[in-house]
């Protein structure tokens, strides 16, 4: 079970943190990323991790704004967002790959796993 939080509303230019927390199953041997999705269009990706934290990868859309971190420690994987956009207003999710240590993709279909999602909406 993956669970979401940390959305809301924002100025443009602004920051938030959002956290992804699993209960139930260990994260450390699986990649993770996060999605995003407006009403309409596909579920696109913004950012992924190694399951060993390695590596961080990231859409050019977000490329310097977003940092993707984990704490296995805790259980738990981070999206920091800053210098936000009205564009980026979305529903986030969360994922963790299919499989265990393998290599991190892109592509929706190699995460089997999803949290129920976190609205952030910024403002212009």
């Known amino acids: 079970q993956l669970q979401a939080s940390g959305g809301g509303l924002v100025q443009a230019g602004g920051s938030l943190r959002l956290s992804c927390a699993a209960s139930?199953?260990?994260?450390?041997?699986?990649?993770m990323a996060w999605f995003r999705q407006v009403p309409g269009k596909e579920r696109e990706f913004v950012a992924g991790i190694w399951w060993s934290g390695g590596g961080p990868f990231y859409a050019d859309s977000v490329k310097g704004r977003f940092t993707i971190s984990r704490d296995n420690a805790k259980n738990t994987v981070y999206l920091q967002m800053n210098s936000l956009k009205p564009e980026d207003t979305a529903v986030y999710y969360c994922?963790?790959?299919?499989?265990?240590?393998?290599?991190?993709?892109?592509?929706?279909?190699?995460?089997?796993?999803w949290g129920q999602g976190t609205q952030v909406t910024v403002s212009s």
């Open positions: 139930g199953r260990t994260l450390s041997s699986y990649n």
């Open positions: 994922a963790a790959d299919t499989l265990p240590r393998t290599p991190p993709g892109q592509a929706r279909s190699a995460y089997g796993s």
